[in-house]
């Protein structure tokens, strides 16, 4: 009886990693069933409230002054006024509590490493790759030059650490937010769920 979170890096094949450890457990892995919840109770479509996840706040607001706050009322139910970050943050927070008390789960990104710390039976598993590797594979599957393709990573990644820091107060590449943490360009992904399970015995012993 467990709830594993995954933190990742850019390119770790992190979906692959949590559908196939829920599979080899026999758990519930949450990625975009909990967006989709979110964008329910939020009166959100799917793709929205992909924006909002995907924003840092200081973009969220810079789209609140823009477009104003009667243009973003667009985007949930007028009578209920204009969504910020801030209720996103919140509606994200309860969400993943509820799936904590519901127990064996694995909850893909969401801060739930920051949301969930300290609480008992969790692992908490970091999946991160060399930067050079991670731009090289990137400049591959896309046919990007090595500028672009590290501008895109960073984008990405800079999203994740602006979020964990507004909200938690806590440095995203900090280990001790972690009880494993998994190089994804020495692993592959059955190995890394290998680790994982080791590491989840190893946790229920104590």
Known sequence: MAVITI???????????????????GYEYIGDQLLAQIAKELNLSKHEA??????????????VDKYTC??????????????????????????????YANDNVIILGWGAQ??????????????NKDQELKISELMEQQKLT?????????????????????YFNADWNDAR??????????????????????NLKHKKKK
């Open 50 to 63: 992909e924006t909002f996840l995907q924003s840092s706040k200081s973009s969220v607001l810079r789209l």
């Open 114 to 127: 920051c949301i969930l710390k300290g609480k008992p039976n969790t692992l908490h598993v970091r999946l």
């Open 177 to 198: 937010l972690y009880d494993l943490v998994i190089d994804m360009g020495k692993n592959s992904v059955m190995e890394a769920v290998d680790l994982i399970c080791e």
């Open 70 to 99: 009667s243009i973003v009322q667009k985007v949930v139910d007028r009578e209920h006024g204009c969504l910020d970050d801030k209720a996103y943050f919140e509606k994200t927070k309860e969400l993943v509590e509820k799936l």
């Open 7 to 25: 933190n990742k890096e850019f390119g770790t094949n992190s979906q692959r990693v949590a559908s196939k450890l829920a599979q080899t457990l």
């Open 146 to 166: 090595h500028k672009a393709a590290e501008h895109k990573i960073n984008s990405d990644e800079q999203d994740l650490k602006v979020y964990i820091k507004e």
